[in-house]
């Protein structure tokens, strides 16, 4: 009899444990409230980018821990995988920090904005990242890349530098030469960075990684002491600079670049430099992607809109199999306790070629058309 109890008893914990379970399916978007995995914990991937592959979305992050030294890579990057966008399947750390003190991904190094990219040539998968070295605050600004054969890793660090060492920028025919950078004389104090940094290469910190419909990949970062964006072209492989590169909105600390396109036109959305602070987003429009890039200001609108809704940009992800569909990815960092950082995903709506995105409280993919 007390056996047969006790099989009751397991037996209805494990349905009601199903039913939490399944009464924590999402079905909608709420941008800034805690939004847990299948293991019903908070998502761990900050500063993310998504990619999509057979079938699945994947999610990669900063994972960030409690307390003040959460910022700093503690543990690695974080995958997750979706089939529908609103419910995630924590996937473990694809990127592990390095025990190593040699190692450039040392625990307590910084990785940031890591973004995951499949390469069809080599067969794999290309994670590039923002990388500070341990202990030298955010001096070193080192692009990192690490590759994988299956998309959740384990990734391999390969090597983390400034790119594009020695290397002049790329400018259209036709440029004027006082809009051409001259390390001879620089004119002003971003072309004095550029010219410092040459030899060495460019610094690189708030990144991405666009591919576009060719299988060409750019590395969009902030150069120049965060004053000035680079759109910098990848090698067939993915892993390296081909040394081919446009400087864009010079001067004006553009961060959290996120780039996509519509229609054969590329857009890119990022944000000011305030550090953890929100400030306004901005956007620009190209024909080309090396440019003449259109600084068409904040494409917030609203309340909250001057700050982003306290977030800053750090993706834009293509819904599969529907048009036009985009969604602004954003951060809402908490460098107090970083692991608390909230995501805030809101659709883009397209006017002719103008973007424009609104603040909502709940919102599903039936919003698009
Ligand atoms: C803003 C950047 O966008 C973040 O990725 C991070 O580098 C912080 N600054 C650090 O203050």
């Excluded at 056996?3 to 909608?28: D, W």
């Excluded at 990127?95 to 910084?110: C, T």
């Excluded at 499949?118 to 690490?146: C, D, I, Q, R, S």
Aim: glycine share 10%; with cysteine; aromatic share 14%.
């Amino acid at each position: 009899m007390k056996k047969f109890f006790n099989t009751l008893t397991c037996l209805l914990l494990l349905i009601s444990l199903k039913s939490v379970a399944q009464s924590e399916k999402y079905t909608a978007f709420e941008p800034g409230k805690i939004w847990k995995d299948d293991k019903g914990v908070h998502i761990n991937a900050h500063g993310g980018g998504i990619i999509f592959h057979k079938g699945l979305y994947y999610w990669f992050g900063e994972h960030k821990i409690a307390g003040p030294r959460g910022n700093s890579a503690q543990v690695g990057v974080h995958a997750y995988s979706s089939k529908d966008l609103y419910n995630w399947k924590d996937e473990g750390i694809a990127l592990q920090v390095s025990e190593d003190p040699a190692s450039d991904i040392v625990k307590g190094s910084i990785i940031e904005r890591p973004k995951v990219v499949y390469n069809k040539k080599t067969k794999k998968f290309v994670m590039w990242f923002h990388l500070e070295l341990k202990g030298k605050g955010y001096a070193a600004a080192h692009a990192g890349v690490a590759t994988a054969d299956k998309i959740n890793g384990p990734y391999k660090f390969i090597k983390s530098y400034r790119p594009n060492a020695g290397k002049m920028p790329f400018y259209p025919a036709g440029t004027p030469a006082d809009k051409i950078v001259n390390c001879e004389k620089p004119a002003n104090t971003y072309d004095g960075y550029f010219c410092r940094d040459l030899p060495g290469g460019q610094m690189a910190r708030d990144m991405t990684v666009f591919i576009d419909d060719d299988g060409k990949a750019y590395h969009v970062f902030s150069a120049e002491e965060n004053y000035t964006l680079n759109i910098a072209e990848l090698s067939d492989d993915y892993t390296s600079h081909t040394g081919k590169f446009i400087r864009m909105y010079v001067g004006f600390q553009t961060e959290a670049p996120a780039v996509f396109k519509r229609n054969g036109k590329y857009y890119m959305i990022g944000s000011g430099c305030t550090g953890w602070d929100p400030n306004p987003a901005r956007w620009f429009i190209a024909d080309n992607i090396w440019g003449k890039w259109e600084y068409k200001g904040n494409p917030t609108i609203g309340e909250g809109s001057k700050l982003t809704y306290g977030g800053q940009s750090t993706h834009v992800l293509p819904v599969q199999g529907k048009k036009d569909a985009f969604i602004f990815m954003a951060d809402k960092w908490t460098p107090k306790n970083p692991i608390d950082g909230r995501y805030l995903w809101l659709p883009i709506t397209f006017k002719g070629d103008d973007i424009e995105i609104s603040w909502k409280d709940s919102w599903d993919l039936k919003s698009f058309k």
